[in-house]
């Protein structure tokens, strides 16, 4: 168990439907990370974020979005769904901005399920 | 650019083999963090290692070690005498300063058999 945790771990809407992912980082962590995880593209970098605030951002369609709460959970919100979007959906954690600093490491959830039909 | 390769799409071993898994990578950055992980069946993302290009030093835990080469930009992955346990996808991370984010291979697929 990473102490990430990640809600919920399946999840089948239809096309143009919108969908929250939410995640909570291990205790301790201040930065928050999604990746998303697909058949043809691999594991792709989404956002990141530190301590509430956008810290970077890779490649995120403009139809998503996430933001960090004050309680340093994270959301990833998924609209006008399509075929396409159906991948496994990770958080990870870590307790510093940049993996560079000694001791950095990122842990990941176990990942949500989405499928789009 | 950084990337990431691992060539080796997928491999299958009888239990008790050993088995090495290929990662090389490509980076300008002079430093940068590696990283393997472990997805099993279950979907999870497993954090295996981390080390620092600094760090020449090979490591051993258990059953599993890594061989850092920088002269080679490669950093491969061993299992002992594989178990049936250890089918998985195994994945390969790179971290740079200048990327921001991890970079992942595209995995490689153990399959350990009876």
């Known amino acids: 168990d990473s102490g990430v945790t990640q809600t919920p771990k399946h999840l089948i809407t239809a096309t143009g439907q919108r969908v929250t992912l939410r995640c909570s980082p291990r205790s301790g962590d201040l930065s928050v990370y999604w990746y998303q995880q697909s058949l043809d593209q691999g594991l792709q970098f989404l956002i990141q974020y530190y301590n509430g605030e956008e810290r970077a951002k890779g490649n995120i369609l403009e139809r998503f979005s996430a933001q960090q709460f004050p309680d340093l959970h994270s959301e990833l919100n998924l609209s006008s769904l399509e075929l396409g979007d159906s991948a496994l959906y990770f958080c990870?954690?870590?307790?510093?901005?940049?993996?560079?600093?000694?001791?950095?490491?990122?842990?990941f959830g176990e990942g949500s399920w989405l499928t789009v039909v | 650019a950084q990337k990431v390769t691992q060539a080796q799409t997928e491999i299958s071993v009888v239990e008790k083999e050993d088995v090495t898994l290929d990662c090389v990578y490509e980076?300008?950055?002079?430093?940068?963090?590696l990283f393997w992980y472990k997805q099993p069946p279950s979907g999870e993302l497993v954090f295996l290692i981390r080390r620092n290009s600094f760090d020449e030093q090979n490591e051993i835990s258990g059953r599993y070690s890594w061989n850092f080469q920088k002269s080679t930009s490669s950093f491969n992955f061993t299992i002992t005498a594989s178990q049936v346990v250890d089918s998985a996808v195994y994945f390969c991370?790179?971290?740079?300063?200048?990327?921001?984010?991890?970079?992942f291979g595209t995995g490689t697929r153990l399959q350990v058999t009876l």
């Open positions: 980076t300008r950055d002079t430093t940068y963090y």
């Open positions: 991370a790179l971290y740079t300063g200048t990327a921001s984010k991890l970079t």
């Open positions: 990870a954690s870590s307790v510093f901005a940049d993996s560079r600093s000694s001791g950095n490491t990122i842990y």
